[in-house]
């Protein structure tokens, strides 16, 4: 199947709506476009008066949301639409640009589309064989068989373990090291080999409750793309630009993502920045789960921008 024939469906976004309550007239920053799912919600609900802004760093992402939003406001009262190829850490100059000084929703859905994920000359998937690559932004120098050749053994163990607490860590690190030596990995598939020697299995993974190469595959994309270190200064500058009564909504599909957006809610909690609006973070319904099954591990925190020095611009 190509790329543009997989939809990525938006996930949690009933409750994303109810929480976040975007109103006419407001000022909307969608961080991670994606299919433009959530954007087409948001957008709909800040009528002529609001101000709506698009953000995803893949251009084809971009465009495909750009293309239904479009579409979807045709002959309505559409707020001002704005799109721009920027990575959500930027958001200070993708603002700047604008003239936009203050915001009153973002939104940060975090990670990869189905449609990225599921195309296999991007690397990001096991299921096929493809170039080893795993850049969400294709303007990036560095890909996941740059990782994986040329990080000394213990630096690959460190990153493997520190992104997805893979317990093979370091045999996996070993097993590449040994490898490379005798040739560079280039595919997906050699690497599932080596990390599969790695652990000891090979063959059928149906005992397994996961693909034994998951964790190597998403500590690898993680730091391919700076994922964590972007999403912490997403983190950091938000509270700067989101008005007294804006809201910030993640939605995350890793511990490592959600542990670092409860301790920053938590902190700007404790200087009166946020009052946080998800005591728990919300999570699917075993409905949406079933319907959707990407939305398992799905978990939204949202956090309200409160009137503070602290914080501010
Ligand atoms: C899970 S999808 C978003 C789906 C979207 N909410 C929808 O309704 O279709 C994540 C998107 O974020 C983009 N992305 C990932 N990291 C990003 C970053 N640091 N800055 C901007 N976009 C990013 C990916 O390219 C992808 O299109």
């Known amino acids: 199947m190509s790329r543009s024939e997989i939809e990525h469906v938006p996930v949690l976004s009933e409750v994303l709506m109810s929480l976040v309550d975007p109103r006419p007239?407001?000022?909307?920053?969608?961080?991670?476009?994606?299919?433009?799912?959530?954007?087409?919600?948001?957008?709909?609900?800040?009528?002529?008066g609001g101000r709506f802004i698009g953000l995803d760093i893949d251009e084809s992402n971009l465009a495909r949301a750009r293309s239904r939003v479009e579409k979807a406001m045709a002959g309505k009262?559409?707020?001002s639409l704005h799109w721009v190829r920027a990575n959500f850490s930027e958001l200070?100059?993708?603002l700047d640009e604008l003239g936009v000084s203050r915001v009153d929703v973002i939104l940060a859905d975090l990670g990869v589309s189905t449609d990225q994920l599921l195309d296999s000359s991007r690397g990001f998937t096991f299921s096929e064989d493809g170039p080893l690559d795993?850049?969400?932004?294709?303007?990036?120098?560095?890909?996941?068989?740059?990782?994986?050749?040329?990080l000394e053994e213990n630096e690959l163990a460190d990153l493997i373990f520190?992104?997805?607490?893979e317990r093979f860590s370091r045999r996996i690190a070993k097993r590449i090291c040994e490898a490379r030596r005798e040739k560079r990995i280039r595919t997906v598939s050699e690497l599932v080999g080596i990390v599969c020697s790695a652990m000891g299995v090979s063959g059928s993974f149906s005992r397994?409750?996961?693909?034994?190469?998951?964790?190597?595959?998403?500590?690898?994309?993680?730091?391919?793309?700076?994922?964590?270190?972007?999403?912490?200064?997403?983190?950091?500058?938000?509270?700067?630009?989101?008005?007294?009564?804006?809201?910030?909504?993640?939605?995350?599909?890793?511990?490592g993502e959600d542990r670092i957006v409860k301790q920053n809610f938590l902190d700007r909690k404790r200087d009166g920045v946020y009052e946080i609006r998800t005591k728990k973070p919300v999570q699917a319904s075993s409905e949406e789960t079933l319907r959707n099954p990407r939305a398992r591990s799905a978990k939204l925190r949202v956090a309200l921008r409160l009137a503070s020095a602290q914080g501010s611009a």
Not at 25 to 46: K, M, W
């Open 77 to 79: 009262s559409s707020p």
């Open 162 to 165: 520190h992104s997805s607490q």
């Open 92 to 94: 200070g100059s993708v």
């Open 208 to 255: 397994h409750r996961i693909h034994p190469a998951t964790r190597t595959f998403l500590a690898l994309r993680m730091a391919v793309n700076h994922e964590l270190e972007h999403l912490q200064e997403l983190l950091e500058y938000a509270p700067r630009r989101l008005s007294v009564g804006g809201r910030l909504a993640v939605i995350s599909f890793h511990s």
């Open 134 to 150: 795993m850049r969400i932004d294709q303007r990036l120098e560095t890909t996941a068989a740059d990782v994986v050749n040329r």
């Open 25 to 48: 007239g407001e000022t909307v920053v969608d961080a991670t476009v994606g299919h433009g799912g959530h954007a087409e919600l948001l957008a709909g609900a800040i009528g002529s």
